[in-house]
């Protein structure tokens, strides 16, 4: 069972809100007030004194999240390295894991992406990033992007489940599971010069979003493949050169 044993208001209700949320059993003491038999992981602030033999994670009110999910992972007898499953795209799915615990999931525009995993790994010893090599060029970008942070490549053959009803909208994050738990190659960074087809897409793409039919020419194009700009970013300057 976890334990809030904090005199710190904020994280009192920061982690017990949280706790909720996920429908974990535990429970609540005051510092100085017996520990239950049954606790296994307490959460405590920095300044509790708090006098029993069992495993304590300190957090604040500010990071309840990461104190929830390492509390889990002790609970579970988890822990080991933090390992980050991407499958890129438009929206990649992101799936963090502690050990073989999944303990975060996501699923985020492209440009949002980076700060995500920024996020998950920042107070992580050693963490690694395993990025599917299916969405060529959103997968370059992440890889370019994501400098000082240990990236592989993962082969994603297969790691996309079958969806049964009532599972659409998750595929994305599921492979990004599979994806975190197989090993790759590790990789410093990616280019890819994108084929007509996929520019040839990116212009159906911008056509589709723009109000007037409107399509982006190839170095717009271009751009929008290397990350450098959004669809909506291109049709911006396309309208701009003819004004």
């Known amino acids: 069972m976890i334990v809030v044993a904090t005199a710190d208001f904020e994280l009192y209700h920061e982690a017990v809100d949280e706790l909720r949320s996920r429908g974990v059993s535990f429970t609540t003491v005051e510092p100085g007030d017996p520990i ?14 708090i006098d029993a033999d ?11 999240r990461r104190a929830v999910d390492e509390a889990l ?7 080991g390295q933090t390992i980050v499953g991407v499958d890129p795209g438009i929206r990649p799915g992101i799936a963090v894991l ?18 995500v995993i920024r996020q998950e790994t920042e107070d992580a010893v050693d963490p690694v990033v395993r990025i599917g090599d299916g969405a060529r060029l959103q997968g370059a970008k992440l890889i370019n992007d994501l400098d000082g942070v240990a990236v592989e490549l993962v082969d994603e053959t297969g790691t996309t489940p079958y969806l049964g009803t009532g599972a659409r909208g998750m595929g ?3 492979a990004a599971v599979n994806i975190a738990r197989m090993n ?6 990616r280019e890819i010069e994108p084929t007509e087809g996929e520019l040839q897409r990116i ?25 450098e700009l959004s669809i909506e970013e291109a049709l911006v300057e396309h309208r701009a050169r003819e004004e």
């Open 36 to 49: 239950p038999e049954q606790a296994r992981v307490l959460i405590t602030g920095p300044n509790d004194d």
């Open 54 to 64: 069992i495993a304590r994670v300190t957090a604040t009110g500010d990071d309840v």
């Open 73 to 79: 992972t002790t609970l579970r007898g988890g822990g």
């Open 98 to 115: 502690s050990g073989e615990t999944v303990v975060a999931a996501f699923h985020v525009p492209l440009a949002n992406a980076v700060d």
């Open 172 to 174: 994305d994050v599921l």
């Open 184 to 189: 790759g190659e590790d990789t410093e960074s």
């Open 203 to 227: 212009k159906d793409r911008s056509r589709e979003a723009s109000d007037d039919s409107r399509s982006i020419d190839d170095e717009l194009a271009r751009r929008v493949a290397g990350g």
